[in-house]
């Protein structure tokens, strides 16, 4: 089993459109979570920590569910500049700087 | 700031060749990482430095690949011999503490 697991879609959806995305995890003791956006053929880059108790920023919104290990970003009144590859990510437990990449989801935003 | 640089962009070589990858981080970050990212395999962690000394190098595929950081603004990715399985993007990436990295634009690597 992957440590990091993500549908990897395509999600294809109008704009304006709500999409979210779910991604699950396998080390409980996981104790740092990110959601990281990858354009095509661009690095990857940070589009939000997830926190325990849930965070927003505009139209994105990140939520953790320790319980059943996984994590979700809900994307509301999407743009065509949305469409990219979102890639979570996860720190384990110890005390080291490795993060998890799952495989990503591919989000296409059309007219 | 200019971010994290990679160098080359793009790099072609032939099987059995050696190839040397670039990477300048941020200035004042105390980590750096080397990726690989493949359609296959997704993005993969090869290899992280904390203050220029390597702290996991499990991700490493195998011997002919290795890594430095001489000083706190650059490190190298080795591949000798290069095989054409090694065929991918390499990202490198920084941060402070261990956390948000900020990734370099990356090297497409093509060995045929």
């Known amino acids: 089993r992957k440590e990091v697991e993500q549908d990897p879609g395509p999600f294809n959806v109008p704009e304006g459109a709500t999409v979210a995305f779910n991604c699950t995890y396998s080390?409980?003791?996981?104790?740092?979570f990110f959601w990281y956006r990858q354009d095509c053929r661009k690095e990857p880059k940070l589009l939000m920590s997830?926190?325990?108790s849930g965070n927003e920023d505009g139209r994105f919104t990140a939520q953790l569910n320790r319980a059943s290990q996984y994590i979700s970003l809900l994307i509301r009144d999407s743009k065509l500049s949305d469409s990219a590859t979102y890639l979570c990510?996860?720190?384990?437990?110890?005390?080291?700087?490795?993060?998890?990449f799952g495989q990503g989801t591919t989000l296409q935003v059309k007219p | 700031d200019a971010g994290v640089i990679q160098s080359p962009r793009h790099e072609v070589t032939e099987m059995g060749q050696e190839v040397t990858l670039r990477c300048k981080p941020i200035?004042?970050?105390?980590?750096l990482f080397w990726y690989r990212q493949t359609m296959m395999r997704g993005l993969e962690l090869l290899i992280y430095?904390?203050?220029?000394?390597?702290?996991?190098d499990s991700g490493m595929p195998e011997d002919r690949f290795s890594a430095k950081m001489p000083n706190a603004s650059f490190s190298t990715l080795k591949i000798q011999p290069s095989e054409p399985r090694d065929s991918a993007v390499y990202f490198c990436?920084?941060?402070?503490?261990?956390?948000?990295?900020?990734f370099g634009a990356g090297t497409r690597l093509s060995v045929l």
């Open positions: 990436a920084s941060g402070v503490g261990q956390n948000i990295q900020y």
């Open positions: 080390n409980s003791a996981s104790q740092s």
């Open positions: 997830v926190y325990s």
């Open positions: 990510v996860v720190k384990g437990s110890s005390n080291t700087g490795k993060l998890i």
């Open positions: 200035s004042g970050h105390d980590y």
């Open positions: 430095f904390n203050n220029n000394v390597p702290i996991d």
